[in-house]
């Protein structure tokens, strides 16, 4: 039977990329994506305010809420420190065994342990399975309907500390209005907008980053 796209894009890396090698894994994924067959990656335009992101955070503990095939998943996890930790939920059971080999491809599988579950089933075990008490760092890229009340579920399981950064992917195409209206009008949340495009196309989209305050 035909192959799936996430199988394609793993052929991709393995033909194209270097073991070892995170940035080669990223410009392979890109140059497919934008050549041959759209796929729903962060990207590398609005991967490169990500990168940003993560190098002046320097986050010690990442949630990432969405896999897909682990393209942001390396992306962020090439930056961080050595001892820091990237915990990544993907739902999708052929989505995660691709993000799994991407993973091992590039060696990054001390830093990163992904998770196949649903996002809610997961956030209230964070603590006593991994013993983290908070995270530093949460980027969500997992599904529109999931960003608001995931973020109410880390907030009510004591996940989200003073200072603590969520970065959203996709806040206008295919958009989530709920999540924006919450965390622009929250008090506990000063939050800013990084305008960009949908990955490998011309449609606009962008990033939502917001520092938590409590309160
Ligand atoms: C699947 C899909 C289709 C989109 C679109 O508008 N398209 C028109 C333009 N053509 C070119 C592509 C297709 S946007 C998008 C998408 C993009 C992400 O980054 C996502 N991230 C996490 N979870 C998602 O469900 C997710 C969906
Ligand atoms: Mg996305």
Redesign the pocket.
Known sequence: TRSTRPQRLLKVVQKHATRGDPQSVISAIDHFCRRSE?A???GDEKGSILDSVVSELNPEKVLEL?T?CGYSTVRIARLLPPGARLITLEFNADYAAIARQVIAWVGLEDKVQLVESASEDWIPRMTEHFGIETFDFVFL????DRYLPDTKLMEGCGLLRKGTVLLA??VI??GVPDYLEYVRNSLSYKSCYFKSH????K?E?GLEKKSVFLG
């Not at 890229?141 to 529109?144: F, I, N, V």
């Not at 949908?198 to 196309?201: A, D, G, I, R, T």
């Open positions: 759209w729903m990656n962060i969405g897909y890229d997992h599904w529109k992917d996709n195409c295919p949908l990955e490998y196309s449609a989209d």
